[in-house]
């Protein structure tokens, strides 16, 4: 039902390697605008994929804090001093099955830089990155090949941000 929703009423599209590795982190992109957590909840029920997500502690208060982690939410304290990329990247070494999906922004806001915490998360759990665009204007969600992550993290950025090249967000301006 989902699905049909979706994909013929909506008209959106799932293109790509949608059956991904089952240890990876995700970065999704453009995160633009809360109906995007709407889209990839139903791009991952239609693949029936199982993925984790992060968003900041704030998000997750009663009652709305027990449908997030039913979800695979996980809280996550974006202070500089937490060990948040310590703590996430053990979650890889304790599970057989761990996609961790996340915005490269951390913001629905217009940014020019990107946060550096999926990477280090990737990194330090050994695990691929899987870029996933949302492009609103196409209606389309793509899944790209997995990327491991060298030890040039401004040429991997370089690498990473040419997949999103012309995705447009709900909010096309903070693309």
Do not use: Q
């Amino acid at each position: 039902m989902i699905k049909f929703i979706f994909c013929n009423v909506l008209g959106w599209k799932i293109i790509g390697e949608t059956n991904p590795v089952k240890k990876c982190v995700m970065i999704v992109a453009p995160h633009t605008h809360w109906l995007d957590f709407f889209v990839a909840i139903s791009v991952r029920r239609i693949l029936n994929l199982e993925i984790n997500f992060i968003g900041k502690k704030e998000l997750f208060f009663p009652p709305l804090n027990y449908i997030l982690k039913y979800l695979g939410g996980i809280p996550v304290n974006r202070n500089s001093k937490s060990k948040t990329v310590d703590i996430i990247a053990e979650k890889f070494t304790k599970k057989d099955l761990y996609r961790l999906a996340l915005s490269p922004k951390g913001t629905r806001k217009k940014v020019n830089e990107w946060k550096t915490g999926f990477y280090y998360i990737a990194k330090k759990a050994n695990v691929p990155i899987v870029s996933v665009s949302m492009d609103a204007k196409k209606k389309e969600v793509v899944f790209s090949k997995p990327f491991y992550p060298t030890y040039d993290i401004n040429k991997d950025f370089e690498f990473l941000k040419k997949f999103y090249i012309g995705v447009l967000g709900i909010v096309a301006e903070n693309s």
